[in-house]
């Protein structure tokens, strides 16, 4: 039991992207999302009420992860997975244009500090991506305490010219029933439900897709004594940005692992790149333990450090 609650875990780091939801389900059906699920009541009523349907939840939290699996497991429901994945990422890569029903956010943190910003759905391709997956007729459901949270998702969709406003309500009572809901209704809050219905569509590029092999750089030859300066040093790219977060030799053999974290379009990764001699020279890699996302960013480190260390 321990282990079987985890098959409802989608890991697609080393899946071909978009993800073909049909196989993963062993069925067809309407697929439903919803990004920040938190303790998954609403997620796993939908789920018990629409058995025919197929849901997909997104959550960065893996306490909820771990969580839901465990009551997916416990109750038998088989029309739910769920990604340990920021939703705004996953949305765009794992899914085909024209393939979602709808996409629900009930409470999602408004991160009002100007330097949290980049966290909110509002920005710049969250709206591009809902134009892109979301079927025609398909519905995006927010909900929330937050006003401004939700006129300005309104807003940024308007703006795109692919949906029109279905609804805009003020709730004084229980709607999605969910703990956050219950906790700001409980507090005297109103809270806000809004529904935009795609009328046209867009497509998008994504970061992902097409080629999924990882670059493989062989060295003849790298200058061994520049790898600890690595350390600390920042690369840009057109697309991104990764910053070599620190360096650890093996004692064993002779391998060092860089430790790194890399940023793109509000997307961060962490995983290790590594360094190894071999026979006839040296190899740079992504690390196998390493489970990232093959981003233009992810690529881009690998042949990054290789150059630096052989030049
Ligand atoms: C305020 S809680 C709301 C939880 C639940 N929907 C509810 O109404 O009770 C927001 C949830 O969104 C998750 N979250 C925040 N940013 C996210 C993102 N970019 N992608 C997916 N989940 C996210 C958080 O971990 C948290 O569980």
Avoid at 86 to 91: E, I, M, P, Q, Y
Avoid at 225 to 238: A, G, T
Avoid at 262 to 268: D, G, L, R, T
């Amino acid at each position: 039991m321990a282990v079987q609650h985890l098959a409802y875990h989608i890991r697609a780091e080393y899946l071909d992207l978009p993800i073909d939801w049909g196989q993963i389900f062993k069925k067809q059906g309407n697929l439903i999302v919803e990004i920040g699920f938190g303790n998954g009541e609403f997620l796993l009523r939908k789920a018990k009420e629409q058995p025919f349907d197929l849901f997909v939840g997104f959550e960065t939290s893996l306490t909820s992860l771990v969580k839901i699996q465990k009551r997916l497991f416990a109750e038998g429901i088989d029309n739910v997975r769920v990604c340990l994945v920021d939703g705004r990422f996953g949305l765009r890569e794992f899914f085909n244009d024209l393939t979602v029903s709808t996409v629900y956010m009930n409470f999602p943190c408004p991160w009002p500090k100007k330097s949290h910003q980049s966290r909110r759905f509002t920005v710049a391709g969250f709206a591009d991506t809902l134009v892109a997956v979301l079927k025609l007729g398909g519905i995006f459901s927010m909900t929330s305490d937050v006003l401004w949270y939700v006129e300005d998702m309104r807003n940024v969709l308007l703006e795109t010219g692919c949906f029109e406003q279905r609804l805009f309500q003020t709730n004084k009572q229980i709607v999605v029933g969910t703990r956050y809901e219950r906790k700001w209704i409980n507090e005297g809050r109103e809270t806000y439900t809004l529904v935009m219905e795609k009328i046209k569509h867009k497509t998008i590029d994504r970061l992902t897709w097409g080629e999924q092999d990882m670059p493989h750089v062989h060295l003849k030859d790298a200058k061994e004594e520049k790898i600890p300066f690595l350390s600390d040093q920042v690369f840009k790219s057109p697309k991104g940005v990764f910053v070599v977060k620190g360096v650890y030799k093996k004692q064993s053999e002779e391998e060092y692992l860089l430790r790194i974290v890399s940023n793109e379009e509000n997307f961060q990764q962490r995983y290790f790149i590594s360094i190894r001699k071999e026979k006839d020279g040296w190899l740079v890699k992504l690390d196998p333990d390493a489970f990232a996302y093959r981003t233009p960013v992810v690529k881009y480190s690998v042949q990054k450090i290789a150059e630096v260390i052989s030049t």
